[in-house]
Protein backbone atom coordinates (compact mmCIF):
# COMPACT_ATOMS: atom_id res chain seq x y z
CA UNK A 1 0.00 0.00 0.00
CA UNK A 2 1.20 3.25 -0.62
CA UNK A 3 -0.24 6.96 0.41
CA UNK A 4 0.30 9.58 -1.86
CA UNK A 5 -0.75 13.67 -0.29
CA UNK A 6 0.00 16.31 -2.55
CA UNK A 7 0.59 20.08 -1.93
CA UNK A 8 1.48 23.16 -3.33
CA UNK A 9 -1.16 23.99 -5.20
CA UNK A 10 -2.78 27.68 -5.14
CA UNK A 11 -3.63 31.04 -6.91
CA UNK A 12 -0.86 32.27 -8.95
CA UNK A 13 -1.08 34.74 -11.75
CA UNK A 14 -0.62 33.86 -15.50
CA UNK A 15 3.04 34.06 -15.93
CA UNK A 16 3.75 32.90 -12.36
CA UNK A 17 5.04 29.91 -10.81
CA UNK A 18 4.13 26.92 -8.12
CA UNK A 19 5.79 24.01 -7.01
CA UNK A 20 3.87 20.65 -6.35
CA UNK A 21 4.71 18.37 -4.06
CA UNK A 22 3.50 14.46 -3.76
CA UNK A 23 4.97 12.82 -0.38
CA UNK A 24 4.58 9.29 -0.07
CA UNK A 25 4.68 6.89 2.78
CA UNK A 26 4.14 2.69 2.99
CA UNK A 27 6.03 0.99 0.44
CA UNK A 28 9.27 1.52 -1.19
CA UNK A 29 8.98 4.33 -3.20
CA UNK A 30 11.93 3.85 -5.82
CA UNK A 31 9.48 0.97 -6.84
CA UNK A 32 7.22 3.10 -8.14
CA UNK A 33 6.92 5.39 -11.07
CA UNK A 34 5.16 8.40 -10.31
CA UNK A 35 2.99 10.46 -12.50
CA UNK A 36 1.00 13.92 -12.45
CA UNK A 37 -2.83 14.31 -14.03
CA UNK A 38 -4.76 17.31 -13.55
CA UNK A 39 -8.26 17.79 -14.13
CA UNK A 40 -10.16 20.89 -15.18
CA UNK A 41 -14.23 21.25 -14.58
CA UNK A 42 -16.28 19.51 -17.02
CA UNK A 43 -12.71 17.90 -18.58
CA UNK A 44 -11.64 14.24 -18.00
CA UNK A 45 -8.52 13.72 -16.52
CA UNK A 46 -5.73 14.34 -18.57
CA UNK A 47 -1.38 13.16 -17.98
CA UNK A 48 0.96 15.89 -17.15
CA UNK A 49 3.93 14.64 -16.99
CA UNK A 50 5.81 11.03 -15.18
CA UNK A 51 9.21 10.17 -13.90
CA UNK A 52 10.66 6.17 -14.33
CA UNK A 53 11.99 4.88 -10.94
CA UNK A 54 15.38 6.15 -10.97
CA UNK A 55 14.64 9.38 -12.50
CA UNK A 56 16.67 9.11 -15.46
CA UNK A 57 13.67 9.12 -17.66
CA UNK A 58 10.46 11.23 -17.65
CA UNK A 59 8.04 12.65 -20.48
CA UNK A 60 5.40 15.62 -20.89
CA UNK A 61 2.00 15.98 -21.80
CA UNK A 62 2.26 18.50 -25.13
CA UNK A 63 0.50 21.17 -23.37
CA UNK A 64 3.06 21.21 -20.42
CA UNK A 65 6.21 20.62 -22.66
CA UNK A 66 9.16 22.84 -21.98
CA UNK A 67 7.04 24.66 -19.16
CA UNK A 68 7.02 21.94 -16.40
CA UNK A 69 9.65 19.89 -14.57
CA UNK A 70 8.80 16.75 -13.32
CA UNK A 71 11.59 15.47 -10.38
CA UNK A 72 11.99 12.97 -7.55
CA UNK A 73 13.94 12.88 -4.46
CA UNK A 74 13.74 8.32 -3.35
CA UNK A 75 15.48 9.75 -0.17
CA UNK A 76 12.71 11.84 1.27
CA UNK A 77 10.09 9.93 -0.39
CA UNK A 78 8.61 12.78 -2.59
CA UNK A 79 7.97 13.97 -6.27
CA UNK A 80 7.71 17.41 -7.30
CA UNK A 81 6.42 19.43 -10.31
CA UNK A 82 7.90 22.65 -10.92
CA UNK A 83 5.51 24.59 -12.92
CA UNK A 84 6.60 27.76 -14.63
CA UNK A 85 4.95 30.13 -17.19
CA UNK A 86 2.00 29.48 -15.50
CA UNK A 87 -1.29 29.66 -17.77
CA UNK A 88 -5.22 30.57 -17.08
CA UNK A 89 -5.89 27.15 -19.11
CA UNK A 90 -3.83 25.35 -16.27
CA UNK A 91 -6.10 25.62 -13.84
CA UNK A 92 -7.14 22.29 -12.58
CA UNK A 93 -7.02 19.65 -9.63
CA UNK A 94 -3.67 18.43 -9.82
CA UNK A 95 -3.20 14.69 -8.58
CA UNK A 96 0.04 12.60 -8.22
CA UNK A 97 0.05 8.52 -8.85
CA UNK A 98 1.79 6.25 -8.48
CA UNK A 99 2.54 2.73 -10.82
CA UNK A 100 4.29 -0.32 -10.53
CA UNK A 101 4.95 -0.31 -14.33
CA UNK A 102 7.43 1.21 -16.48
CA UNK A 103 5.46 1.09 -19.26
CA UNK A 104 1.51 2.87 -21.13
CA UNK A 105 2.30 5.17 -17.95
CA UNK A 106 0.60 7.88 -19.78
CA UNK A 107 -2.65 6.11 -19.51
CA UNK A 108 -4.32 7.14 -15.44
CA UNK A 109 -5.39 3.02 -16.03
CA UNK A 110 -1.53 2.08 -15.16
CA UNK A 111 -1.28 3.81 -11.88
CA UNK A 112 -2.18 1.83 -8.46
CA UNK A 113 -2.79 4.74 -6.11
CA UNK A 114 -3.75 8.44 -6.05
CA UNK A 115 -3.62 11.25 -4.19
CA UNK A 116 -6.77 13.75 -3.33
CA UNK A 117 -5.52 16.33 -5.47
CA UNK A 118 -4.35 19.75 -4.91
CA UNK A 119 -6.04 22.88 -6.33
CA UNK A 120 -3.81 25.37 -8.69
CA UNK A 121 -5.56 28.33 -9.95
CA UNK A 122 -3.94 30.44 -12.53
CA UNK A 123 -5.37 33.52 -13.07
CA UNK A 124 -5.46 36.46 -16.47
Known amino acids: QVQLVESGGGLVQAGGSLRLSCAAS????????MGWFRQAPGKEREFVAV????????AYGDSVKGRFTISRDNAKKTAYLQMNVLKPEDTAVYYC?????????????????WGQGTQVTVSS
Open 97 to 113: AASSRTYNVRNLGSYDY
Open 26 to 33: GRTFSDYT
Open 51 to 58: IIRGGSVT
